[in-house]
């Protein structure tokens, strides 16, 4: 099992941006979607999650409003839309997946994600 965040990059502050998780070895359609974010000098911190079944988003209170997490069954990939981005978004993201969103078991390498002037 693989997965891929790729997509990060250097943006304004306001700006926008998709990242995207694409997976092998597994079907993200029967597997919830996380996404996580690492800042210099901080813990992980959950960003939101897709669920396998249902496709229910839950999103962590610092992006509720401004980021969407969709899925491209076909592609089979997960995306991550973060609009009317802060300099506290700045961090490594990494996408994760798992039969609940509250267990991950396969983990993908980090994009990073830089927003500053």
């Known amino acids: 099992v693989q997965l891929q965040a790729f997509g990060g990059g250097l943006v304004q502050p306001g700006g926008s941006l998709r990242l995207a998780c694409a997976a092998s070895?597994?079907?993200?359609?029967?597997?919830?979607t996380g996404w996580f974010r690492q800042a210099p000098g901080k813990e992980r911190e959950w960003v939101g999650c897709?669920?396998?079944?249902?496709?229910?988003?839950y999103y962590f209170d610092s992006v509720k409003g401004r980021g969407t997490i969709s899925r491209d069954n076909a592609k089979n990939t997960v995306y991550l839309q973060m609009n009317s981005l802060k300099p506290e978004d700045t961090a490594v993201y990494y996408c994760?997946?798992?039969?609940?969103?509250?267990?991950?078991?396969?983990w993908g390498k980090g994009t990073q994600v830089t927003v500053s002037s």
């Open positions: 070895g597994i079907t993200l359609d029967y597997y919830a």
């Open positions: 897709i669920s396998g079944s249902t496709g229910s988003t």
């Open positions: 994760a997946a798992g039969e609940a969103c509250a267990g991950m078991e396969y």
